[in-house]
Every structure is written in structure tokens, then in C-alpha cells.
């Protein structure tokens, strides 16, 4: 084999593995992002409700 067809043997498995990481930290960070969409959803689910007259809605003219 020569020395420019082993250079591009070579360059191709790089770019093959730069490919494969990249595709691995997209999963994790979609999975991470999941958890915290999890976590956000069972801390907003834990929240008691509001007491009874107290609503969401602030009265700035007081």
C-alpha cells in the first residue's frame, strides 16, 4: 500500500471516530437534558397548591 493510500486510510478512520464521539455526547447531553426535564416535572408536581385567596396574579396597585 502506499504511503498517500495509508494517509487516507488513516484520515478516514479519524474522521470515522470524531463522527462516532460526536453522536455519543449528543445522546448523553439529550439524556441528561430528559433528566432534567424529569426532575423539573416532580419538584413542580411536589409544590403544595396556594393557600385558599392567594392566587397568581400580583396587584401592583396597592
Do not use: C, R
Amino acid at each position: 500500500m502506499s504511503e498517500l493510500a495509508g494517509v487516507a486510510v488513516a484520515m478516514k478512520q479519524a474522521q470515522t471516530q470524531n463522527t462516532a464521539q460526536i453522536l455519543m455526547t449528543k445522546k448523553a447531553h439529550e439524556m441528561d437534558m430528559a433528566m432534567i426535564d424529569m426532575l423539573t416535572q416532580a419538584v413542580e408536581a411536589a409544590k403544595p397548591p396556594a393557600p385558599q385567596g392567594m392566587g397568581l396574579v400580583l396587584d401592583k396597585s396597592a
